[in-house]
């Protein structure tokens, strides 16, 4: 099977695979086909932390995704990053009507298609965006003065020949983008000013009828938050969705302001999931006032973190893209006046703050970066777990916390094998409610400064093999140091 560019289809499951499949897998060629495979990152050695994003990101089973600029595919320092860190790639411009279809009927699918060669050469998922849009529009389509009947056709052919051209090269489509006021209204287009609201609906089933096996996604901006934006949008999805329109998706933008993620983000994008859709947080940055100092760029850290956290705790949230990854190529400043500093990384693509602190959020750890690269900051805890004794009814644990921050008074918990017990221990007042003990500090161990290491051991009534488990320190998971 072929598509319109000659490439050999993979089928949806194979393709949808890709994503979380091992790199191993990807190395074999067994999942790959089409482009030829070219360098692809190496996966993380079995039972070591992640150090990308797209290996721990793999290991959530989600995927990590990058916007790229099609200027920048020849700046190896550049591909270098979007190859290694990122396992989906969203077409930042090319893919947009204006570039891909200039003048009625004539497309121009050779930006669009570097990119999808780029990522098919690194194992790397392909996001369309976006096929209906006001923004980015030619003035043929958006002054045309066509009448219902031919904007349909002239809309519907658009969709058919790009998603044609690119069948089984890309995973999800943004069928349609940013349809929606801020008031929860539908925004005024020629779309909608032509052909009401139903444009929606009848973009949506032409897309599932060019490409039956992509995923077919509706995205826009200001609707991270439960809010009258994203009121619309939900009511808009319900009703197509109830009308058996073939819609399999959200993507929110999250174009967001430092210190102002709304903190109703995972509500939200549960009530999505829960109509049955998979959601995605499509064009991710955070962006602060200019300069940027340290102080902001630990808080873009923190946030960045917990972007990535909300994300995990919906199931249905099957990825993050970041809108650009380098400070260097990010849309904001030329938009937002005096803002920027957005990205994961620098002008001069160094890794920043937040990039350790959205890999340490997917499970990964920060070290595999650029030799060179300044060292990201260490989570809240790492700790060391040693079993230094098993006999056949007992086993001795020696377990160090470090602490990032000073405490003054302290609990780790943790799990052990379902049926194991501690029996005795030091250095902590032990406790423990079916799998969980809880240690806690001495009388004469609770203060420990920033930096220092709490240790305590204990004996249990077991000699089975402990795998390490998580450890929290006062409520907050540690990583493995
Ligand atoms: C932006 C690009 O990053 C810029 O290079 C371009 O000049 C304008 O568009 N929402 C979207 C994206 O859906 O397509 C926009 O991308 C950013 C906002």
């Not at 969203?90 to 699918?109: C, H, L, Q, Y």
């Not at 056709?153 to 890309?170: K, P």
Request: charge should be negative; charged fraction near 15%; proline fraction near 5%.
């Amino acid at each position: 099977m072929t598509n319109e560019r000659g490439t050999t289809m993979i089928p949806l499951v194979r393709r949808a695979a890709v994503v979380l499949a091992t790199s191993a897998a990807l190395l074999s060629g067994s999942l790959v086909t089409g482009a030829a495979q070219a360098a692809q990152p190496p996966a993380a050695e079995p039972g070591a932390a992640a150090a990308t994003l797209r290996d721990a990101a793999e290991e959530q089973g989600r995927f990590v995704g990058t916007a790229v600029a099609d200027g920048r595919l020849g700046n190896g320092t550049y591909t270098g990053i979007a190859s290694r860190e990122f396992s989906s790639v969203t077409a930042e411009n090319v893919m947009k009507w204006d570039a891909i279809e200039p003048s009625r009927g004539s497309f121009n699918f050779a930006p669009g298609d570097r990119l999808v060669d780029f990522a098919q050469a690194g194992g790397q998922q392909v996001w369309g965006h976006t096929l209906v849009w006001h923004s980015q529009l030619p003035g043929w389509v958006a002054n045309g003065g066509f009448n219902q009947t031919q904007l349909t056709q002239v809309m519907n052919n658009h969709i058919t020949t790009v998603m044609d051209h690119y069948e089984g090269d890309v995973a999800y489509w943004d069928v349609v983008n940013e349809a929606f006021n801020e008031d929860g209204t539908l925004r005024s287009s020629v779309f909608s000013d032509t052909l009401g609201s139903g444009f929606i609906g009848t973009a949506f089933r032409t897309a599932r009828a060019a490409d039956p096996d992509a995923k077919l996604c509706i995205n826009d901006y200001n609707t991270e938050g439960v809010g009258a934006k994203s009121n619309g949008l939900y009511n808009l999805v319900s009703s197509l969705l109830s009308q058996g329109v073939p819609i399999d998706c959200v993507g929110f933008q999250s174009h967001f302001i430092l210190d102002q993620i709304p903190s109703t983000f995972q509500t939200n994008l549960q009530r999505f999931a829960d109509l049955g859709l998979e959601v995605v947080i499509t064009e991710l940055d955070i962006r602060m006032n200019l300069p940027a100092d340290s102080a902001k760029l630990q808080r873009q850290a923190a946030q960045f973190a917990s972007v990535t956290r909300t994300c995990l705790a919906v199931s249905a949230c099957r990825g993050i893209t970041v809108w650009g990854f380098s400070d260097a190529d990010s849309w904001v400043p030329g938009v937002f006046d005096g803002q920027g500093a957005a990205c994961l990384y620098d002008q001069n693509y160094q890794a920043k703050p937040a990039f350790g602190a959205m890999l340490t959020a997917l499970g990964g750890e920060p070290g595999g970066g650029d030799p060179g690269d300044p060292d990201p900051p260490a989570g809240p805890c790492q700790v060391t777990w040693r079993v230094t004794s098993r006999w056949n009814a007992g086993s001795v644990v020696e377990v160090g916390i470090r602490t990032t921050a000073a405490v003054n008074g302290w609990s780790a918990t943790f799990a052990l094998p379902s049926g194991h017990r501690v029996t005795s221990g030091w250095n902590a007042v032990f406790s423990q409610s079916g799998a969980t003990v809880t240690a806690a500090n001495a009388p004469y161990n609770g203060n420990v400064g920033a930096g220092g290491t709490i240790g305590f051991g204990f004996q249990t009534d077991n000699g089975g093999q402990y795998t390490p488990p998580t450890v929290s320190l006062n409520g907050t998971a540690c990583t493995a140091a």
